[in-house]
């Protein structure tokens, strides 16, 4: 048999060789979350009372959330699951040591987080920490199964419709997030005034809890009050919303028609105001005279019997009254234009009523002395012209008025300059 050439036997040394080298290097990569081969490994053991199906060999072991091992072994012993956990290198674990089993991600992966404890307490040597300092998993399916079927099924559609309306909305996300150092500040200025203490917010916590307090026992009002609020929700969903986004872009254009309207009200309201002002007083009388009007209502019960009496016996004169207003009317027109004609005079001679008033008052003054039982004298002043009659006018009399013609009130007002007057028999 003719011998292996040289050049073929290097090949296969060299091939051999780079199969040992390229086996070593997997080998490190599959090994390489275990730590290197050889390396020496510190084992605790800790009980827990719920571990989850999701804690699994090969798991991180982490201390202040930084990877210092694994989990190499899972087994249960006297009702407990024991998990095995190996820390790399030599380190001490102590008597007081604890252990919680974390998520690692929302996918449900979980990571082993110890706390090694205190020198104080000792080592823990090859004691298994008890479950009763261990916190276990927590999953999300333990804690729905807390939920009844129908709330478990509402959080599932709440769940599935918030994942459908944020589907589409990455841009409005990013602008959140691109809001969101302007929101926290804002959100730092509003802890800043509910700390405030004239915030007052443990009376607002105690007002919150009165309110609460009342709404006890009314449950089923207020759930009547929230189907109706449903019911008015879903009328104006109805054809998707369309009825509802016209009326809201309508709105602005109504709005300002309602602003221009509650605008020109402004007049009329200020004419009511000042009614309701002149009301006021006549409003107050009547309640004053309520009582009086009360008694007149009852003590007229009499008198209102015997109407009916009297109007049997009015009859005939209404009738002939009746005939007589009916030959009247030809009159209405005419007495209608003397009145119209009268109003200008009558309006004049309105301003000057305090002044008839007080001219009756003073003719009532001059007739009303007593000279003798049963004689009464009129007591008669001269009023002299003086300079007016040489000058005729040009010169003021100091013993008269000082205007011949005073607007409305200020009659009274003239008085004499220089002397009283006392040959008008007064001081005006």
Same mark, same amino acid.
């Given at each position: 048999?003719?011998?292996?050439?040289?050049?073929?036997?290097?090949?296969?040394?060299?091939?051999?060789?780079?199969?040992?080298?390229?086996?070593?290097?997997?080998?490190?990569?599959?090994?390489?979350? /275990?730590?290197?081969?050889?390396?020496?490994?510190?084992?605790?053991?800790?009980?827990?009372?719920?571990?989850?199906?999701?804690?699994?060999?090969?798991?991180?072991?982490?201390?202040?959330?930084?990877?210092?091992?694994?989990?190499?072994? !899972?087994?249960?012993?006297?009702?407990?699951?024991?998990?095995?956990?190996?820390?790399?290198g030599r380190v001490p674990v102590y008597k007081d040591a604890r252990a919680q089993i974390w998520d690692q991600s929302a996918l449900a992966k979980k990571f082993v987080e110890i706390d090694r404890g205190h020198q104080e307490s000792g080592r823990l040597g090859g004691q298994t920490i008890p479950a009763e300092r261990n916190v276990g998993s927590a999953d999300l399916d333990n804690v729905l199964d807390a939920l009844d079927p129908k709330t478990r099924e509402a959080l599932t559609g709440t769940l599935r419709e918030v994942g459908s309306g944020g589907a589409g909305h990455g841009q409005d996300i990013n602008d959140m997030a691109a809001k969101a150092p302007e929101i926290l500040r804002g959100l730092g200025n509003t802890s800043e005034t509910l700390s405030d203490p004239q915030t007052?917010?443990?009376?607002?916590?105690?007002?919150?809890?009165?309110?609460?307090?009342?709404?006890?026992?009314?449950?089923?009002?207020?759930?009547?009050?929230?189907?109706?609020?449903?019911?008015?929700?879903?009328?104006?969903?109805?054809?998707?919303?369309?009825?509802?986004?016209?009326?809201?872009?309508?709105?602005?254009?109504? !709005?300002?028609?309602?602003?221009?309207?509650?605008?020109?009200?402004?007049?009329?309201?200020?004419?009511?105001? /000042?009614?309701?002002?002149?009301?006021?007083?006549?409003?107050?009388?009547?309640? /004053?005279?309520?009582?009086?009007?009360?008694?007149?209502?009852?003590?007229?019960?009499?008198?209102?019997?015997?109407?009916?009496?009297?109007?049997?016996?009015?009859?005939?004169?209404?009738?002939? !009254?009746?005939?007589?207003?009916?030959?009247?009317?030809?009159?209405?027109?005419?007495?209608?234009?003397?009145?119209?004609?009268?109003?200008?005079?009558?309006?004049?001679?309105?301003?000057?009523?305090?002044?008839?008033?007080?001219?009756?008052?003073?003719?009532?003054?001059?007739?009303?002395?007593?000279?003798?039982?049963?004689?009464?004298?009129?007591?008669?002043?001269?009023?002299?012209?003086?300079?007016?009659?040489?000058?005729?006018?040009?010169?003021?009399?100091?013993?008269?008025?000082?205007?011949?013609?005073?607007?409305?009130?200020?009659?009274?007002?003239?008085?004499?300059?220089?002397?009283?007057?006392? !040959?008008?028999?007064?001081?005006?």
């Open positions: 048999m003719a011998a292996v050439s040289r050049p073929t036997t290097r090949s296969f040394l060299a091939g051999l060789v780079g199969l040992v080298v390229l086996g070593g290097f997997v080998f490190v990569g599959v090994t390489a979350s /275990s730590g290197l081969p050889g390396t020496p490994v510190t084992t605790v053991r800790a009980e827990f009372d719920h571990v989850g199906a999701s804690l699994k060999v090969g798991n991180d072991v982490r201390e202040n959330s930084s990877r210092i091992g694994e989990v190499s072994d !899972l087994s249960y012993e006297n009702g407990h699951a024991v998990v095995t956990l190996e820390l790399d007052d917010l443990p009376g607002l916590l105690h007002r919150a809890d009165d309110l609460v307090g009342s709404l006890n026992g009314r449950e089923r009002e207020l759930a009547d009050l929230v189907r109706e609020v449903g019911d008015t929700a879903g009328a104006a969903a109805v054809d998707r919303g369309a009825p509802l986004q016209d009326s809201l872009k309508a709105l602005p254009a109504t !709005l300002n028609e309602a602003r221009t309207g509650l605008d020109s009200l402004d007049e009329p309201l200020g004419d009511v105001r /000042s009614a309701v002002s002149d009301i006021r007083s006549g409003a107050s009388a009547l309640g /004053s005279a309520t009582p009086d009007v009360r008694g007149v209502l009852r003590e007229g019960r009499k008198p209102l019997d015997m109407v009916p009496g009297v109007a049997d016996k009015a009859e005939p004169a209404v009738e002939d !009254l009746t005939q007589t207003v009916a030959d009247a009317r030809p009159l209405v027109p005419p007495l209608s234009r003397a009145l119209t004609d009268a109003a200008p005079p009558v309006n004049t001679l309105a301003q000057y009523s305090p002044e008839v008033v007080a001219f009756f008052r003073n003719i009532e003054s001059m007739v009303s002395t007593s000279v003798a039982p049963g004689v009464h004298g009129a007591r008669v002043g001269v009023a002299a012209q003086g300079p007016a009659i040489a000058d005729g006018g040009l010169l003021k009399d100091p013993l008269q008025g000082q205007d011949p013609y005073p607007a409305p009130g200020e009659v009274y007002k003239q008085r004499t300059g220089l002397l009283p007057n006392i !040959l008008t028999g007064g001081g005006q």
